[in-house]
């Protein structure tokens, strides 16, 4: 199945990423990071997640989250998603236990964990979701089903890992994702990157589109955090 998957990903036709990164003022998310790093661990990267499913949903930006099912190479059908199920990129970061004698690979493994219906909770309801997922994946357990398929749309913290930029494939069901870049916690600058299906969207709907994103998490998404971790 993930042969067939990425198979199918490595025909979907996308501009280079590198080339799809945006450099943005973080000084308000780098604020709100260092006020609230120790009681919100996820304080740099959740608020960029909770724009993104926001503004995926709205009537202007619906194309990025739809998809293109493509029977042959002639004749494709465009689907537009109303709900974003948001898919997480999630590990601990442990090296792959490697067994030379049995030829196998095992450990830590990269998992993408999924919250439905993203765009329409509060973010009291997005924090619980997340606290309980990653919960049950440190915890060693199984994820339900339901907890990791479905998802429209993947956010990836590559800054996490130092990168700035990353190159992703798109699903065969995904028409794009958004990966947070490096955050210099000096200039209060951050990447914002966007990787997307080519056949579906202009490349000039993804200036508007970050902007947006970053205008969604400023002015409303930083400001109902606070209000909700001051409580």
């Known amino acids: 199945t993930i042969a067939i998957n990425m198979e199918e990903s ?32 996820s304080a740099l990267w959740f608020p960029v997640m909770v724009a993104i499913a926001r503004v995926m949903a709205r009537e202007e930006f619906i194309v990025f989250n739809s998809y293109c099912s493509r029977q042959d190479d002639s004749r494709f059908f465009v689907a537009a998603r109303r709900r974003v199920h948001m898919g997480l990129s999630y590990d601990r970061g442990k090296p792959p236990v490697i067994d030379w004698e049995k030829k196998t690979i095992g450990g830590e493994a990269l998992r993408i ?9 509060t973010v009291e309801e997005l ?47 995904i028409g794009c994702q958004v990966n947070l870049g490096h955050v210099d916690m000096q200039t209060n600058t951050g990447i914002l990157q966007t990787v997307f299906d080519h056949r579906l969207i202009n490349g000039a709907r993804i200036t508007p589109f970050v902007r947006a994103l970053h205008e969604e998490m400023v002015s409303r998404v930083i400001p109902e955090l606070e209000a909700f971790l001051r409580k």
């Open 10 to 41: 490595s025909r979907i036709p996308t501009v280079d990423t590198i080339a799809v990164a945006r450099e943005f003022d973080f000084a308000p998310l780098v604020g709100f990071y260092r006020r609230f790093k120790t009681t919100f661990a």
């Open 127 to 173: 924090i619980l979701d997340v606290k309980r997922l990653f919960k049950r994946v440190a915890q060693g357990n199984t994820p339900d089903l339901g907890d990791v398929t479905g998802y429209t749309t993947i956010f990836n913290n590559i800054g996490a890992i130092g990168h700035f930029s990353g190159r992703s494939l798109l699903g065969k069901d």
């Open 113 to 121: 964990l999924v919250i439905r219906d993203a765009h329409a909770k």
